[in-house]
């Protein structure tokens, strides 16, 4: 993991952080949950396996404010994370050793996302109120040859989109 963050205090309660990361991973798991439900003869062990580079950015503007007894803090956020996986494998399996490959390709995920969070604060009461927008890009090309996903992916478009909006309200009391 590399994560680099810069965070500026204009005063006045104003703060902007910006921050970019990176990580790295490798997933090589075998399972067997279902012993021999789905494979009498051969069992049900499976092993997924990905390598995984994913990174993103995150910048924060805050901004602080009183009136009173009451605190205002604005909170307008965006930001990217992108994950690429390369590859992206499930096998069926027997004493880890690749039987047949169930799906085999490479893969890229990403999400832009924007919001904007309210907090007011009076005494023991808190409102908050925000708005969060996300835009998703979905990317799968299939590799194998021969496999069950090649008769599944072949016939779809490898690319989805998909947007939501995502408004939230939350109401605090603390005793």
């Not at 789905?38 to 990174?55: H, S």
């Not at 307008?76 to 069926?92: Q, Y």
Request: net charge negative; glycine share 6%; hydrophobic share 35%.
């Amino acid at each position: 993991n590399v994560v680099a963050k810069l965070q500026t205090n204009f005063g006045n309660n104003l703060t902007w952080t910006n921050q970019a990361f990176y990580q790295n991973y490798l997933l090589d798991l075998y399972s067997n949950f279902t012993f021999y439900y789905y494979f009498p003869t051969e069992g049900d062990e499976f092993r997924q396996f990905e390598n995984r580079n994913l990174f993103g950015y995150h910048s924060t503007l805050l901004k602080t404010a009183y009136a009173g007894n009451t605190s205002f803090s604005t909170d307008a956020s965006v930001g990217f994370r992108t994950d690429l996986i390369n590859p992206l494998e499930l096998d069926h399996t027997e004493r880890g050793q690749i039987l047949e490959r169930i799906q085999y390709g490479k893969a890229r995920e990403t999400n832009v996302y924007g919001y904007l969070d309210e907090n007011v604060r009076n005494g023991k009461w808190l409102f908050n109120i925000g708005l969060r927008y996300d835009y998703f890009s979905f990317y799968y090309r299939n590799m194998a040859t021969d496999s069950f996903a090649t008769k599944f992916y072949n016939s779809v478009n490898p690319h989805e989109f998909a947007a939501t909006l995502s408004p939230k309200i939350n109401i605090e009391y603390t005793f």
